[in-house]
């Protein structure tokens, strides 16, 4: 008997290793074809020039609703195939409201690198935190508080920047969603990796949303800093 639970030690630990790597390994596969309805929802908001008269404050408004229904939907589905439909719905709908940043910096003289450079440096932030967070023995859960805190004090501050249009607190929001946001992919990675996530549409959906945010954030800072008329 002694010898029997011996063996059985290992093999619960392989199985546990095994499922974990199974769902990072569908995360990663569902949010690469996640990233392709956001870029059909931008390339279609875009060309219909959705946005030309719409308010900031509107935008915003049907973005806070549109993303947060969604996000509900998303969770409350995120054990059937649904979930997987409202995911794409929710990044097709992600790439519609990316598009009014998009078209502004387009509209600088040199957009179109600024847009190569944003999306460059948002891949190549996410490798060295998804590394990390694969292969650290370090424990990064304490973040989680803090991360969340940064978050919404993100959002009021740029609800109220809305009505400020401070260029540099604009700088100084994008600056810090950047570092929250790159930390949080830090943090979700290792909680798939430590078992803590256990769901790929849900863990889809977190990285998404971390992805999304550093990558406006740096079309912010690199549209302030080097944006050339």
Do not use: C, W
Not at 42 to 65: D, E, H
């Amino acid at each position: 008997m002694q010898h029997s639970d011996n063996f059985s030690m290992p093999s619960h630990a392989n199985t546990s290793i095994t499922i974990r790597n199974k769902v990072l390994r569908s995360t990663y596969i569902l949010l690469a074809i996640s990233l392709i309805p956001t870029v059909l929802g931008a390339i279609l908001a875009l060309n219909f020039n959705l946005f030309a008269s719409m308010s900031p404050l509107a935008s915003t408004l049907i973005f806070f609703v549109g993303a947060f229904g969604l996000m509900f939907l998303i969770e409350k589905n995120k054990h059937s195939a649904a979930g997987i439909g409202f995911l794409m719905l929710f990044t097709f709908f992600m790439g519609i409201m990316l598009s009014r940043i998009l078209g502004v910096i387009m509209s600088l003289g040199n957009g179109a690198s600024i847009i190569a450079l944003a999306f460059g440096s948002t891949a190549i932030i996410f490798a060295v935190m998804a590394t990390i967070a694969s292969t650290t023995k370090r424990d990064f859960s304490f973040l989680g508080k803090t991360l969340f805190i940064g978050v919404i004090v993100l959002i009021l501050a740029s609800l109220a920047n809305i009505f400020f249009q401070i260029p540099a607190l604009s700088l100084a929001i994008a600056t810090a969603g950047t570092i929250i946001f790159s930390l949080f992919i830090l943090f979700d990675v290792q909680r798939i990796v430590n078992g803590g996530e256990t769901n790929y549409i849900s863990a889809t959906l977190s990285l998404y949303l971390n992805i999304y945010n550093i990558f406006v954030s740096l079309l912010q800072i690199f549209g302030i800093v080097g944006g050339d008329d």
